[in-house]
């Protein structure tokens, strides 16, 4: 499996910005489709977003289409989650996931998981 390490996480007010980062060792990066989940607490892992192998396909939840992007610079064996005008309810510890087959909006089929940054939002 592939290590994974998040960072990039905090409190910031609402119509902010933060950008999370997630550091990947331990197999070829480009191997991996990585996505995006959060939790906030007493619910269910909820899929953000995702991208392929070579960057040519991202996928979104429908909450955060239009507000975050994400990216992947395979040189540098990491993953980005670009997240502009915060509300509230983003607010959750956001988990950068690692799939070495096709990707899916289920966390369960993912294979390797980091261990998640918190992110608050005030309003």
């Known amino acids: 499996q592939v290590q994974l390490i998040e960072s990039g996480g905090g409190l910031v007010q609402a119509g902010d910005s933060l950008r999370l980062s997630c550091a990947a060792s331990?197999?070829?990066?480009?191997?991996?489709?990585m996505g995006w989940f959060r939790q906030a607490p007493g619910k269910e892992r909820q899929f953000v977003a995702a991208?392929?192998?070579?960057?040519?396909?991202?996928y979104y939840s429908d909450s955060v289409k239009g507000r975050f992007t994400i990216s992947r610079d395979n040189a540098k064996n990491t993953v980005y989650l670009q997240m502009n005008s915060l509300k509230p309810e983003d607010t959750a510890v956001y988990y950068c996931a690692a799939v070495s087959g096709l990707i899916y909006r289920d966390y369960t089929r993912w294979g390797s998981w980091g261990q998640g940054t918190q992110v608050t939002v005030s309003s």
């Open positions: 331990g197999r070829t990066f480009s191997d991996y489709g």
């Open positions: 991208i392929s192998r070579s960057a040519a396909t991202t």
